[in-house]
């Protein structure tokens, strides 16, 4: 599996402490499935950081991964915050992009409503950039204002939803509305957003089955984070909208047997 979405790197944001806890991270992704971890640290207003620290830190745990015989190939990137995009000089932006690529990771404020959101990741679309947003499932001004999302998509914006959002991890109303963008076709990766190995862990593949998405996996996890980092053309979901549409089941139920299985 293929990780786009992980705060690995140590002391930068909001996530690992000291290159120990990243290990324990890394050494969590690893047993879960994962084989390429993408660092993505917070590029805020409260965590400014920049393309070369984030490459400097990446290259210095890569070595440790090697040292610790962690089977883990680290890519880089950045959690762009919307309130700093206009902020960021168009070479940085490109440098902070999935591998240097054109495709950028941009997170939505956590607000009820968010004006000019549209306009402004249709604009980075026309300066040439592509948009994966971040966990849609959690933006408060998505779930009061579907449309706008669904009109960034048929635009061309993909979305990431995190894994931890499908089996409840941030509470019932997410968990509703990020299994309904699944059914509708409005979810294209599914990412970890870990920011440590126990607390908020770099799972996937556990909870796509217990979500009853097993069979969109191999696409969330692989194919599709594989052309964005490739900056290749984002391969068409394996399933029909009617095989879409039932996907999931009952949550009761589901969340019963996954009790029964463990």
């Known amino acids: ?58 290259n210095e745990l890569s070595a440790c991964l090697a040292q610790e015989r962690i089977d883990l190939t680290l890519r880089t990137g950045g959690e762009i915050a919307m309130t700093r995009l206009l902020d960021i000089e168009a070479d940085e932006l490109s440098r902070l992009g999935f591998g240097a690529g054109h495709w950028l990771l941009v997170e939505p404020p956590f607000m009820p409503a968010i004006a000019g959101l549209d306009t402004m990741l249709l604009g980075l679309q026309g300066r040439g950039h592509r948009i994966l947003l971040a966990h849609p499932e959690r933006c408060h001004a998505f779930h009061r204002d579907r449309a706008m999302l669904e009109s960034l998509v048929r635009a061309g914006v993909l979305t990431s939803l995190t894994a931890g959002s499908l089996v409840g991890r941030f509470g019932e109303r997410v968990r509703r509305f990020a299994l309904q963008l699944v059914r509708d076709g409005l979810a294209h990766n599914v990412a970890s957003d ?9 799972g996937m593949s556990a909870e796509l089955e217990r979500a009853g998405l097993a069979p969109l996996a191999e696409w969330f996890t692989h194919a599709v984070p594989a052309a964005i980092l490739e900056d290749q053309e984002i391969p068409a979901c ?9 996907l999931g089941g009952s949550v009761r139920a589901r969340r019963g047997l996954w009790r029964r299985r463990r």
Do not use: F, K, Q
Request: proline share 9%; glycine share 6%.
């Open 1 to 58: 599996m293929i990780d786009l979405h992980c705060h690995v790197l140590p002391g930068i944001d909001d996530g690992p402490d000291s290159i120990e806890d990243s290990l324990l991270l890394a050494r969590a992704a690893e047993t879960a499935g994962t084989r390429t971890l993408v660092a993505t640290p917070h590029v805020s207003w409260r965590y400014p950081n920049e393309s070369h620290t984030i490459a400097s830190l990446a």
């Open 194 to 202: 870990a920011h440590d190995h126990t607390g908020r862990p770099p």
């Open 238 to 246: 394996p399933l029909e909208r009617r095989e879409l549409s039932e």
